[in-house]
């Protein structure tokens, strides 16, 4: 089960990745070279950055499969976290016992 939800979180990943540079690149283009930086070091910026100008900018295709990667990314992460735990819980898995630091 948490296999399908790798892969559901590496192909959204991946398309969220693609979009964010495609973003970029629209932004160094269309605004100052410090609010292309901002997108770089913050991807939410450029996330709401595209939405605000998809349409002038014409990203509207762009923002959507953008948000459409970052939901099947969700998912596929919850898919993965929910596998474990099952695994963890039925004993496929041994959870290590961690000592503190002295």
Do not use: D, H, R
């Amino acid at each position: 089960m948490y296999a399908i939800g790798i892969a559901l979180a590496t192909l959204g990943g991946i398309g969220s990745l693609a979009c964010f540079v495609m973003v970029l690149i629209k932004m160094f283009q269309n605004e100052k070279p410090l609010i292309g930086v901002l997108g770089i070091l913050c991807w939410l910026w450029a996330f709401i950055w595209g939405w605000m100008k998809s349409g002038p900018l014409g990203l509207k295709n762009i923002m959507l499969g953008w948000t459409a990667c970052v939901i099947i990314l969700l998912i596929g992460e919850g898919i993965t976290v929910a596998g474990v735990a099952a695994k963890v819980q039925s004993g496929e898995i041994k959870m290590q016992n961690v000592q503190p630091a002295p």
